[in-house]
């Protein structure tokens, strides 16, 4: 059974910085592309970024030259750093992993953590 748990939300000033993590457990996470998606109230979930298996990452347009991904697969963690964050970046952010079997597609899901820019 795969266990995603996220940490490092809170609340921050603009212009702040945040680092989440999301721990894995119960799988090979080195198998797996790891993903952060956040959901805003009254919107729908979506993607924030992505990282794959090899370590190719990608970032929406909204927080590109502000957020980073990453990963330790001998942490079984992966990160999302926030660096000048916006009122606008004010969601709940969930942790993915994905992997692909022939055409099926395998996700799990955390619980997420809140990030909340305010001052």
């Known amino acids: 059974q795969v266990q995603l748990v996220e940490s490092g939300g809170g609340l921050v000033q603009p212009g702040g910085s945040l680092r989440l993590s999301c721990a894995a457990s119960g799988t090979i996470f080195g198998l797996y592309d790891m993903g952060w998606y956040r959901q805003a109230p009254g919107k729908q979930r979506e993607l924030v970024a992505t990282i794959t298996s090899t370590g190719n990452t990608r970032l929406d347009n909204s927080v590109k030259g502000r957020f980073a991904i990453s990963r330790d697969n001998a942490k079984n963690t992966a990160y999302l750093q926030m660096n000048s964050l916006q009122r606008d970046d004010t969601a709940v952010y969930y942790c993915?992993?994905?992997?692909?079997?022939?055409?099926?597609?395998?996700?799990?899901w955390g619980q997420g953590t809140q990030v909340t820019v305010s001052s």
């Open positions: 993915n992993a994905r992997r692909w079997g022939g055409h099926v597609r395998e996700d799990h």
